[in-house]
């Protein structure tokens, strides 16, 4: 079973709008970590937040906010006012306490396209 | 911080030859990482290192790979008789810690063609 889904695989926008990826995981571990990833077309991944399973705060930094439920173990993803260069893909990844915190299991991604 | 460095950044080869990448991560970095990804699809976790001690291997490395990281600095991955379904990009990634993960910083990868 997969243990990071994301379930869109591409998604189109256009500028401005507003665009969230989606991202569900599973573990049976109570102390994990969530992350996010970009990977533009240049190919390199950037790190783009970190989030342990104990804090449930929502996270904003710029145009760039993050919704983590426990309840329903999604850690979603919001860019707001979307632009060109945000066209990527975008990786949620987890690292679970059990494994040692020796890996991150990514999702299959989703591309995002913004368009003019 | 001149970033992790990943070398050659193609390869081509035939099939059943041998083939070696470089990764030479943040100087300060003690762990270091090994990931492969194919088109469409997220990085798959192939080798972890802490300091020169490999401490988890994917059982999706095969006895074809190699890994090593001599003296905790530079990191190189071996494939031996390389087949097909090798080709992929082989990334390499590095971070500073002993805990639970910080952030991973990740080269420009290896692609590898196996023709």
């Known amino acids: 079973a997969q243990k990071v889904t994301q379930a869109q695989t591409e998604i189109s926008v256009v500028e401005k709008e507003d665009v969230t990826l989606d991202c569900v995981y599973e573990?049976?571990?109570?102390?994990?970590?969530l992350f996010w990833y970009k990977q533009p077309p240049s190919g390199e991944l950037v790190f783009l937040i970190r989030r342990n399973s104990f804090d449930e705060q929502n996270e904003i930094s710029g145009r760039y906010s993050w919704n983590f439920q426990k309840s329903t173990s999604s850690f979603n993803f919001t860019i707001t006012a979307s632009q060109v260069v945000d066209s990527a893909v975008y990786f949620c990844?987890?690292?679970?306490?059990?494994?040692?915190?020796?890996?991150?299991?990514f999702g299959k991604g989703t591309m995002l396209l913004v368009s003019p | 911080d001149t970033g992790v460095s990943q070398n050659p950044r193609h390869k081509i080869t035939k099939r059943g030859q041998n083939v070696t990448f470089r990764c030479d991560p943040i100087s300060e970095h003690n762990r270091l990482y090994w990931y492969r990804q194919t088109l469409g699809q997220g990085p798959e976790f192939l080798t972890y290192f802490q300091n020169e001690a490999q401490l988890e291997k994917s059982r999706l490395l095969s006895d074809r790979f190699s890994a090593e990281r001599p003296k905790g600095s530079f990191s190189t991955l071996e494939i031996q008789r390389t087949e097909q379904g090798d080709s992929a990009m082989y990334l390499c990634?590095?971070?500073?810690?002993?805990?639970?993960?910080?952030?991973?910083?990740f080269g420009s990868g290896t692609q590898l063609s196996v023709l």
């Open positions: 573990t049976r571990d109570t102390t994990y970590y």
């Open positions: 990844a987890l690292s679970e306490a059990g494994g040692g915190y020796s890996t991150l299991t």
């Open positions: 990634a590095s971070s500073l810690g002993f805990g639970p993960p910080e952030k991973l910083f």
